[in-house]
Structure formats: C-alpha cells, structure tokens
Nanobody, 127 residues
Framework: QVQLVESGGGLVQAGGSLRLSCAASGRTFSSYAMGWFRQAPGKEREFVATISWSGRNTYYEDSVKGRFTISRDNAKNTVYLQMNSLKPEDTAVYYC????????????????????WGQGTQVTVSS
C-alpha cells in the first residue's frame, strides 16, 4: 500500500553534509508520520528522527540533535533528513519508515512502531 524510496546517500568527509530524501508512493493513507533509522554493520537498527504528518512534532536521537534536521513536504509525499557536521560514527545504512497510526514519544524510537520501510541508502563518512 505504501512504497518508500530513499535517495541522497553517498560518501562524504567528516564535517561535511548530505541531504537524504524519501518519497512515499500510493495515497492509501490520509496521514502518517515519517521517520529515519540507521543500521551500521553488526549493530541493531537505531532511531534517528521522526516527524508527524503536520510537522508540529519532531523527535531526534540525542546523538544527532543539533546536527540533523528532519522536514517534510506533504504535497510531494516526501520526507528529508538534512545531515550536517557528519562524523564517522554516522556511517550506516539509513532507512525511511512510515507509521500510519498516532506517533508519540513513548513509541517513536522502536522499529516495531512503524508499518512500512524503504530499502535503505548508504551513508559513509570518512576521517
């Protein structure tokens, strides 16, 4: 019902910037929260950021707060993740996710709270 396609990943030096995009196709749902997770080799999937349908609520993992900014353009069914001051520890596959239900702080960080996932885009930050 919902297909997610990420783009914008790549190789960047420490201190640089990247902007990830995730386009959702299919207007099966009237509203939904969209977020980003990441997974480094040998590690569990980690919450990064999520934004509500209206944009009135945003949530960030502490390690990216102040460096990353999540935004969305509902007319394009697209969510963005602007990543500045990148560090080698940001290296991971970044996944876009959609939650069709209500989003709140108590559940935002759990991958199981999300209903649809993209295939991921690789972000590599070199020293």
């Amino acid at each position: 019902q919902v297909q997610l396609v990420e783009s914008g990943g790549g190789l960047v030096q420490a201190g640089g910037s990247l902007r990830l995009s995730c386009a959702a196709s299919g207007r099966t749902f009237s509203s939904y929260a969209m977020g980003w997770f990441r997974q480094a080799p040998g590690k569990e999937r980690e919450f990064v950021a999520t934004i509500s349908w209206s944009g009135r609520n945003t949530y960030y993992e502490d390690s990216v707060k102040g460096r990353f900014t999540i935004s969305r353009d509902n007319a394009k069914n697209t969510v963005y993740l602007q990543m500045n001051s990148l560090k080698p520890e940001d290296t991971a596959v970044y996944y876009c996710a959609v939650r069709t239900g209500v989003i709140k702080a108590a559940i935002v960080r759990a991958p199981a709270s999300y209903d649809y996932w993209g295939q991921g885009t690789q972000v590599t930050v070199s020293s």
